[in-house]
């Protein structure tokens, strides 16, 4: 990319320089000029007018058309080489285009994650993550809740039954001293009605 800069510049130096070149040559006295001052200088005059030889007038036309055609080539050359120049700074801009482009491409890619077959930005990858501990940190303080309270629970319970078991150890105990007691008593009457007969 820095090669392309580097020809873009160069090819902007160089037409500078053509430019600066050409408004020289223009400024500076032609072929032309100098044989008109000369024809003009070696006319002769003649009742107020010039009186101009014509071997020289016609070799003022063949320099002038001569001239002429060599500004022609010279402007054909330019143009050619302008039109050349267009060219180049327009494939330049062309592969400036796709370069940058690609570099835009190659910048989404190298910013882009893949996730189960998926691609993600950089951004989006890093929303998405957090987003799912945020999630399972949710599922954690729910467990941890419904884990305690459960526990709480199943504490109660425990409580519950054990003092079930010891009602039920109370009773027991109390049902099988009435039970002894009622044995006895009835121990008692057959010992009283075995002993009457």
């Known amino acids: 990319m820095k090669n392309k800069i580097y020809y873009v510049a160069v090819f902007v130096f160089v037409s500078v320089f053509q430019m600066n070149a050409q408004e020289d040559s223009l400024a ?13 200088e070696s006319s002769n005059n003649y009742q107020g007018y010039k009186v101009v030889d014509y071997d ?19 402007i054909s050359t330019q143009k050619s080489t302008v ?19 690609n570099l835009q491409d190659v910048s ?5 994650l893949m996730f189960l077959g998926m691609p993600f930005s950089k951004g989006g990858y890093k929303a998405m993550m957090w987003g799912i501990v945020l999630i399972l940190v949710v599922i954690l ?7 305690r309270s459960s526990h709480s629970a199943i504490r109660e319970s425990r409580q519950k039954l054990d003092e079930t078991e010891k009602e039920f ?11 002894q007691r009622l ?12 002993g009457v007969s």
Do not use: C
């Open 28 to 40: 500076t006295k032609t072929p032309i000029q100098d044989e008109f001052t000369t024809l003009i």
């Open 183 to 194: 044995g006895r008593m009835l121990q008692d009457e057959r010992n009283k009605q075995g």
């Open 141 to 147: 303080v729910i467990l941890f809740f419904r884990y």
């Open 83 to 101: 039109d050349q120049q267009n060219s180049e700074i327009q494939n330049l801009k062309n592969e400036l285009k796709t370069t940058q482009q």
């Open 56 to 74: 020289k007038l016609i070799r003022l036309k063949n320099t002038t058309n001569t001239y002429i055609n060599d500004l022609k080539a010279e």
């Open 169 to 179: 150890d109370v009773y027991r105990t109390k049902a099988l001293e009435k039970e």
């Open 108 to 112: 989404e890619e190298k910013d882009a």
